[in-house]
């Protein structure tokens, strides 16, 4: 199956905005509004950020919001904390099986 | 407390069979699809879509890496999942989440904290 492409790295200072994009193709990303976003801590589970683009399950910090432009969707954290520093992971939903993933971005707190 | 928690990981041989289990508690399982994901140590932790489940297990999914070899499958009443593992490969080793499928279908809204299998000589 194929793989969303996402930067390896990010990083800002506290209180920063941060950006992780996630490129896919007209048949993902660009052809539907089913894309979410997960937090993943070193060996713990992963946690649901966003959802349909752009929504946000109950409990997560409104600082985190999704976008899409073309097949192109991205992540944004406004006013970064350390807390935030995770890896991140984003996932295209097509309607059918199989769901895919991207490949990861480590977001580093400086 | 609602959680998914998985378990039956362990090292088994290129061949073998394994089976994963993954217990809810804290909802109402038989209301939810449930998906296995998998992470691959050796693919830079790159994710992998593995199998789901309707709720009531009248319909099941699986990915082409691994579809004729693995069985999802659950039982409501114990509130439990399974993945049922055959010929086992070393690509198959990977840490396995069980996740819960959102109302809409399209994310994973709830996960389990993984269980690692690792096959290998």
């Known amino acids: 199956q194929s793989v969303l492409t996402q930067p390896r790295s990010v990083s800002g200072s506290p209180g920063q905005s941060v950006t992780i994009s996630c490129t896919g193709t007209?048949?993902?990303?660009?052809?539907?509004?089913?894309v979410s976003w997960y937090q993943q801590f070193p060996g713990k589970a992963p946690k649901l950020m966003i959802y349909?683009?752009?929504k946000r399950p109950s409990g997560v910090p409104d600082r985190f919001s999704g976008s899409k432009s073309g097949n192109t969707a991205s992540l944004t954290i406004s006013g970064l904390q350390a807390e935030d520093e995770a890896d991140y992971y984003c996932?295209?939903?097509?309607?059918?099986?199989?769901?895919?993933f991207g490949t990861g971005t480590k977001v580093t707190v400086l | 407390q609602v959680q998914l928690v998985e378990s039956g990981g362990g090292v088994v041989q290129p061949g073998r069979s394994l089976r994963l289990s993954c217990a809810a508690s804290?909802?109402?399982?038989?209301?939810?699809?449930i998906h296995w994901v998998r992470q691959a140590p050796g693919k830079g932790l790159e994710w992998e879509w593995v199998?789901?489940?309707?709720?009531?297990?009248?319909?099941?999914y699986y990915a082409d890496s691994v579809k004729g070899r693995f069985t999802i499958s659950r039982d409501n009443s114990k509130d439990t999942l399974w993945l049922q593992m055959n010929s086992l490969k070393t690509e198959d080793t990977a840490v396995f989440y069980c996740?819960?499928?959102?109302?809409?279908?399209?994310?994973?809204?709830?996960w389990g904290q993984g269980t690692m299998v690792a096959v290998s000589s």
């Open positions: 199998a789901v489940i309707s709720y009531d297990g009248s319909n099941k």
């Open positions: 996932c295209s939903y097509v309607g059918r099986y199989p769901y895919v």
């Open positions: 349909d683009v752009n």
């Open positions: 804290g909802f109402t399982f038989s209301n939810y699809a």
């Open positions: 007209s048949s993902d990303i660009g052809g539907y509004s089913y």
């Open positions: 996740a819960r499928a959102n109302k809409g279908g399209d994310a994973f809204d709830l």
